[in-house]
């Protein structure tokens, strides 16, 4: 498809394990941009790459959380040692290099429940 | 403390009713983008409109219109004529200058029924 695309749609996991979340932008964005949403709120900004590199990590909570955008396009976040307060639906952007300010396209999200 | 508020948390009105849809911001820049996008159930946030902080001139576009007023930190959104499609939770945000612009806050957002 066309839009920013995103695996898996639902992942359950347990405390403690490892997790990745995909996230396919829409071809030729270059910028890409990671949310999470718990419920009930809006989207917490998470990380910003630009190309290959992360331009803005300031919302990523903790070390166990990392993400990565090897070849500037495919986005991986990946998240050590689940808690069950990382449950959330996990929101992927992307936007063009010409884009507006603030004008992102968004997936549908991984949903991620930690039991 | 939060830098965009939407205070209203839920909203049912019945079709073909007029809505508003209120946003606060706190920003110490002086220039400043202010958004609202819309999440229907699919989960999919879909981007409605963007105003600089240079420009106070309300938007009309369709049924939606936005009244943008810095002198009360305001960014309130209507809608005319709801229609049941427009059932949805909505979001106010704000993207800053010292943030580089890239990084959007979102407001908590606003959840609008509109029952048929």
């Known amino acids: 498809g066309a839009g920013v695309s995103q695996t898996p749609s639902n992942k359950v996991t347990e405390k403690g394990k490892y997790v990745e979340l995909r996230c396919d932008p829409i071809?030729?964005?270059?910028?890409l941009y990671w949310y999470r949403q718990s419920l009930g709120q809006g989207p917490e900004f998470l990380i910003y790459?630009?190309?290959?590199?992360?331009?803005?990590d300031s919302g990523l909570p903790n070390d166990r959380f990392f993400a990565v955008r090897p070849e500037g396009s495919v986005s991986t976040l990946k998240i050590q040692r689940t808690e069950r307060g990382d449950s959330a639906v996990y929101l992927c952007?992307?936007?063009?290099?010409?884009?507006?300010?603030?004008?992102?396209?968004f997936g549908e999200g991984s949903r991620l429940t930690v039991l | 403390a939060q830098k965009v508020t939407q205070a209203q948390t839920e909203i049912s009105v019945v079709e073909k009713e007029d809505v508003t849809l209120d946003c606060v911001y706190e920003?110490?820049?002086?220039?400043?983008?202010l958004f609202w996008y819309k999440q229907p159930p699919s989960g999919e946030l879909v981007f409605l409109i963007r105003r600089n902080s240079f420009d106070e001139q309300n938007e009309i576009s369709g049924r939606y219109s936005w009244n943008f007023q810095k002198s009360t930190s305001s960014f309130n959104f209507t809608i005319t004529a709801s229609q049941v499609v427009d059932s949805a939770v909505y979001f106010c945000a704000l993207s800053e200058e010292s943030g580089g612009y890239q990084k959007v806050t979102f407001g908590t957002g606003t959840k609008l029924q509109v029952i048929p």
């Open positions: 920003t110490r820049d002086t220039t400043y983008y």
């Open positions: 071809s030729g964005h270059t910028a």
């Open positions: 952007a992307s936007s063009p290099p010409t884009g507006a300010v603030g004008e992102l396209f």
């Open positions: 790459f630009q190309g290959t590199g992360a331009a803005d």
